[in-house]
T-cell receptor, first 117, second 106 residues
Framework: EVQLVESGGGLVQPGGSLRLSCTAS????????MNWVRQAPGKGLEWVAY????????YYADSVKGRFTISRDNAKNSLYLQMNSLRAEDTAVYYC??????????WGQGTLITVSS | SYDLTQPPSVSVSPGQTASITCSGD?????YVWWYQQRSGQSPVLVM????KRPSRIPERFSGSNSGNTATLTITETQAMDEADYYC?????????FGPGTKVTVL
C-alpha cells in the first residue's frame, strides 16, 4: 500500500523557517517524481514545488521561488521542503504527492503550517 | 502564467448526472487531470490524462477535453460524490490547478 506521511508542521513567526518531511512507503520511492502542494484554509489547491526522481530537475511556483527548497534522500525514502522567510500567506496544509505522468496519483494526509506572530 | 477556470458550485440530485467544467486557453491541446476532495480529507485522483480513470475509481466517472474546455462527468451521482473537484493541467514546468468546484448532492 502506498503511504506518504508528512511531518514538521507547526506555528512559526513571520520571517521564520521550517523544514517539512515526507516519508514514503509501499513503492519504490527512487523511481518516482514528487510534488509539494498546499491548501490555505478554506481555499483551493496550489502547487508549490516539484522534484524529479533523481533530484536533478527541480521547479517552483513563483510564489515560493527563492524562499523554499525542495530536496529528497532516496536512501531514506524521504522528501523535504525547506521553507525560509515565511509569510502569513504561506499558512496552509502542505501535502506531499507522488507524481505519475504529471498527475499527483497519491497524496499524504498533509501537515499544517501556521505563520503568525 | 496559465489559468484555469471552474464554476464555483454544481448541484445535482441523486441518480442524476453532474458535469463539471474546466476552461483554459487551448486547453484541448493539453492533458487534464481531475481530483476529488471530500470534506476534511486529502485529494484523490479521479481522472487522468483527460479520460483515463484510475482502477479504484467507479465507472460512473468519465472525462473529456476539447477546444478550451475539459469536462468531468459523474453519472448516477451518489451522496458519496459530494466533494470539491479540482482540474489540473501542466504548463511549462508548472502544475496548474483550477479554483475548484463544490458538488452538492441534493
Amino acid at each position: 500500500e502506498v503511504q506518504l506521511v508528512e511531518s514538521g508542521g507547526g506555528l512559526v513567526q513571520p520571517g521564520g523557517s521550517l523544514r517539512l518531511s515526507c516519508t514514503a512507503s509501499g513503492f519504490n520511492f527512487n523511481n518516482y517524481e514528487m510534488n509539494w502542494v498546499r491548501q490555505a484554509p478554506g481555499k483551493g489547491l496550489e502547487w508549490v514545488a516539484y522534484i524529479s526522481s533523481g533530484g536533478t530537475s527541480i521547479y517552483y511556483a513563483d510564489s515560493v521561488k527563492g524562499r523554499f527548497t525542495i530536496s529528497r534522500d532516496n536512501a531514506k525514502n524521504s522528501l523535504y521542503l525547506q521553507m525560509n522567510s515565511l509569510r502569513a500567506e504561506d499558512t496552509a496544509v502542505y501535502y506531499c504527492a507522488r507524481v505519475l505522468l504529471r498527475a499527483c496519483d497519491y497524496w499524504g494526509q498533509g501537515t499544517l503550517i501556521t505563520v503568525s506572530s | 502564467s496559465y489559468d484555469l477556470t471552474q464554476p464555483p458550485s454544481v448541484s445535482v440530485s441523486p441518480g442524476q448526472t453532474a458535469s463539471i467544467t474546466c476552461s483554459g486557453d487551448k486547453l484541448g491541446d493539453k492533458y487534464v487531470w481531475w481530483y476529488q476532495q471530500r470534506s476534511g480529507q486529502s485529494p484523490v485522483l479521479v481522472m487522468s490524462q483527460n479520460n483515463k480513470r484510475p482502477s479504484r475509481i467507479p465507472e460512473r466517472f468519465s472525462g473529456s477535453n476539447s477546444g478550451n474546455t475539459a469536462t468531468l462527468t459523474i453519472t448516477e451521482t451518489q451522496a458519496m460524490d459530494e466533494a470539491d473537484y479540482y482540474c489540473q493541467a501542466w504548463d511549462t514546468n508548472n502544475y496548474v490547478f483550477g479554483p475548484g468546484t463544490k458538488v452538492t448532492v441534493l
